[in-house]
Every structure is written in structure tokens, then in C-alpha cells.
């Protein structure tokens, strides 16, 4: 058969005017921008699903155009939220041509019966167990309305994703799974919700065989870890940071805050060419952390982030701090909260995006018994535009908000002081290196 796999286009910036109108004319947004760039490797992982013998094509619209007369027999979609409406148009189309579609990815795996209206199937979670079932059925023409994992899938049977796919693109960001599954179940996080909170990882063996053969296929890159949460099980990863420090290369990840208390995988950290670490804050204001995931695990650390924050970037990791404007707790004085502490801990970068209640969350179940998600559309979902109605402030005052402290974390002159401060440390480093 010749299966296409199809990325719908996003949105990075949201579909706030302003928003959109500071960033596109800002220096820093291409870098943002590339910062989130890249195929996942979802769609990867697919194609290395796929058995042999059937050809297999990778269509990201947001790099390229979508022909919807090449002569495929199936064509799978995957889709976040804010994906969804261009997702269901894209499916819509290539149906109307007699092309078999497949839906799937996080939205589809949330609202599935959605999904089937604009499909001849869904893959429901992940896909290890069920994508080559599927394609089987599709050759046989028993196709089923629904394909759903009936257990978590043991990474060590994932494949290497089909890094060749990319080998003739502009990618200057790759991205790497290593883990499924975060044990924080946040209230607005997604993936917990549909992937699980027990941590699961390929071994290391596999981690650094995926390495090797996304070089072997792929030159001059960026890696990113698309991990959760990287390292929930920090003992796991001596092996393959000590991998990585012979290969040279320059690389990002997602973690929480624990990474600080553990002083030696700090230093293996940067040893092993990791030049910054997204971690999920959320907030400077430890009260607005009560509740946000199931322990408390954030609240209670939320005291200790500066110590934290310092301890991080000592090593000479940037942090890149991921925070949340909207929540309960949240009135119009939480924008200077933010700025004061972005500046006081020397951030190396932030994230600020708008609470959004994602399909399947937590959040969404309490905001609409609350009576407080507003009538937009999936295309609206791109965390960085209102979706709900905030507590303690308008809407606007929200969005306004949000590109207030951009426009102050962006300026020339919070840059200039940043770089300072990351020259002295890495000034320190080098003298402390010297025998």
C-alpha cells in the first residue's frame, strides 16, 4: 500500500493580534519559534510500524503542501488540540477522494467519537499494539471503527523511529523519546491523563542504538528530548549521559525541579552537552501550586526554587522556565510577580502560556461544573489564548498580561543583563576546569 502520514499545520504564536504582532516583529521569535520546531516522533514511530513492503510518506503541512491527488491507499493524521479543525478538513478531503483515513495523536485518543465523524477509523492511545493490526485490517478490507492499546505499551517493544524520513529536510531541531508517563498528574496536563502516570522508559541500550542511528540518517542538528519529564528516574540515565558526552552534541529537555537535588547528574548534565532544561514551574507564588497536581509535589518544592534555580544554572544550565498565567489564584498583579521573579533568578528563558482546559483534563471536568469554558473552537486551543473564564481578572486584562512581561523578558536590556550573569558562571567553570 502507499501510506501517507500527515502533520496538520499549527499555530505557534496564538491567535491573539498583539501577541502575534510583537512576536512577528521581534528578533526573538524566530529562535522561539525554531525552539518548538521539528517532526515529533510520533509520526516516526508509525512509519517504523508500518511492515515492510508498503511505501510510506511524511507530509508536514507546516513545512510543506498537501497533495491530496497523490494516489494513497491509507492516510493517518495525527493532531493536538489546536490541530483538531485543520485535522478533520485534512481527513475530510482525502476521504471525499475514497482514500481510507485514520485518525489519532492526543486529541483523537480524547474524544475518539469526535474523531470517528471526520474518519474510517481512530487509534486510540498508543499505537505500538494496534498500528500494524490496523494495517493488516485495512489490506484485508476488515477495517475496525476503533483501535484502543488494551495495555500500556512496554517501550522496549517501541522501534527506532524512521529517522531517514527526515534525512532530506531542514530539520534543524530533532526530537527523541526516551519515556512515557509522568507521575505529577497535573490538573491541566493531558498526557498524564492519557499515558499514564507510571513511568515507563526504553533502556538505555535502546536509548543510545536510537542515537546512533539518528546520526547515521540525519547531519548537523539540534536534539531535543521530547520527554515529559526526562528525569523521573534520574539513576537510569548515567549510561547514556556518559554516551552522550563522547558524541558532542548539543542538547534539551524537559524535567521538573528535582533535577537540583542531585548535584552529580548536575555535573554529568553539562559534562554531556546539555545547555538548558524546560522545566515546569508553573508559578512564582507557592499558593497558587496548591492543588495543581495530586500531591502537592509542586507546592511544597515551590519555596525552594530560587535555591534551586541557582543550584541548576551554577552547572551552567540554562533554565527555561515554563509558567502558567490564569489560575485560580491569579489576579492582574501576578504579571509583575512573574517579571520580578524571572529577574531575581536569572531565567535563561521563560515560557508563559494562558491556562487552557485541554479535552480529557482534570481541569476542563471542573471548568465546565464551574460554568467557565468559553464557546471557541479546537483551533483556539493553543495555550496561548483564552479559553475559559479567569477568576480574579478579565480576559483582556489576561491576554494583556501575557505580552506585558514578553515585552520586558524580551528586551535588549533583560538580555544583555542575563548574558552577564551566565558569562561570569561560565567564567568560574572554566577556572575551576583548569588543573
Not at 478538513?89 to 474523531?115: K, Y
Not at 496561548?384 to 512581561?405: Q, S, Y
Request: hydrophobic share 40%; with cysteine; charged share 25%.
Amino acid at each position: 500500500m502507499h501510506v501517507g502520514l500527515v502533520i496538520p499545520r499549527s499555530c505557534v504564536f496564538g491567535r491573539s493580534a498583539e501577541l502575534r504582532r510583537y512576536f512577528e516583529g521581534h528578533p526573538s521569535a524566530a529562535a522561539y519559534a525554531q525552539q518548538w520546531a521539528g517532526i515529533g516522533t510520533g509520526l516516526l514511530t508509525v512509519a517504523a510500524l508500518t511492515p515492510n513492503g508498503h511505501q510510506v510518506e511524511l507530509i508536514d503541512e507546516n513545512s510543506e503542501t498537501i497533495d491530496f491527488d497523490r494516489p494513497y491507499d491509507l492516510v493517518g493524521i495525527t493532531a493536538m488540540t489546536q490541530q483538531a479543525t485543520r485535522a478533520y478538513q485534512i481527513a475530510d478531503e482525502f476521504r471525499r477522494r475514497g482514500v481510507t483515513v485514520v485518525l489519532g495523536g492526543i486529541h483523537a485518543t480524547a474524544l475518539p467519537e469526535e474523531a470517528k465523524q471526520h474518519a474510517d477509523s481512530v487509534v486510540v492511545g498508543e499505537a505500538e499494539y494496534t498500528w500494524p493490526e490496523l494495517v493488516a485490517d485495512v489490506q484485508r478490507g476488515r477495517l475496525q471503527e476503533f483501535y484502543r492499546s488494551l495495555r500500556p505499551v512496554d517501550l522496549r517493544d517501541s522501534p527506532v523511529p524512521r529517522y531517514e524520513l527526515l534525512s532530506d529536510r531542514s530539520t534543524p531541531i530533532i526530537w527523541l523519546q526516551t519515556s512515557r508517563g509522568c507521575p505529577h498528574d497535573c490538573e491541566f496536563c493531558a498526557a498524564s491523563r492519557l499515558l499514564g502516570v507510571k513511568y515507563r522508559q526504553k533502556s538505555a541500550a535502546q536509548t543510545i542504538a536510537e542515537l546512533h542511528d539518528l546520526m547515521d540518517r540525519v547531519t548537523s542538528f539540534r536534539l531535543h528530548f521530547a520527554d515529559d519529564n526526562l528525569f523521573a528516574n534520574p539513576k537510569h540515565w548515567q549510561p547514556v549521559l556518559e554516551h552522550l558526552r563522547e558524541l558532542n552534541l548539543r542538547w534539551w529537555a524537559q524535567t521538573d525541579i528535582s533535577v537540583a537535588e542531585h548535584d552529580d547528574l548536575l555535573k554529568l548534565l553539562a559534562k554531556s552537552g546539555c545547555t538548558s532544561l524546560f522545566l515546569g514551574l508553573e508559578s512564582p507564588n507557592p499558593a497558587a501550586l496548591r492543588g495543581i497536581d495530586r500531591r502537592d509535589w509542586k507546592s511544597r518544592r515551590a519555596t525552594r526554587y530560587a535555591e534551586h534555580l541557582r543550584r541548576i544554572q551554577s552547572h551552567g544550565i540554562g533554565v527555561h522556565g515554563a509558567f502558567i498565567a490564569g489560575l485560580d489564584t491569579d489576579d492582574a498583579s501576578v504579571f509583575a510577580q512573574l517579571i520580578d521573579f524571572v529577574e531575581s533568578n536569572h531565567l535563561y528563558a521563560i515560557q508563559l502560556t494562558i491556562l487552557t482546559p485541554f479535552p480529557a483534563t482534570r481541569l476542563r471536568a471542573r471548568l465546565l461544573r464551574e460554568g467557565r469554558i468559553l464557546d471557541t473552537s479546537w483551533d483556539n486551543y493553543t495555550a496561548w489564548d483564552v479559553n475559559f473564564i479567569p477568576r480574579n481578572m478579565t480576559a483582556e486584562e489576561l491576554r494583556k498580561g501575557v505580552l506585558t512581561v514578553y515585552e520586558h523578558v524580551t528586551s535588549r536590556e533583560f538580555f544583555l543583563r542575563n548574558m552577564h550573569y551566565f558569562k561570569e558562571i561560565h567564567k568560574g567553570l572554566m577556572r575551576e576546569s583548569r588543573p
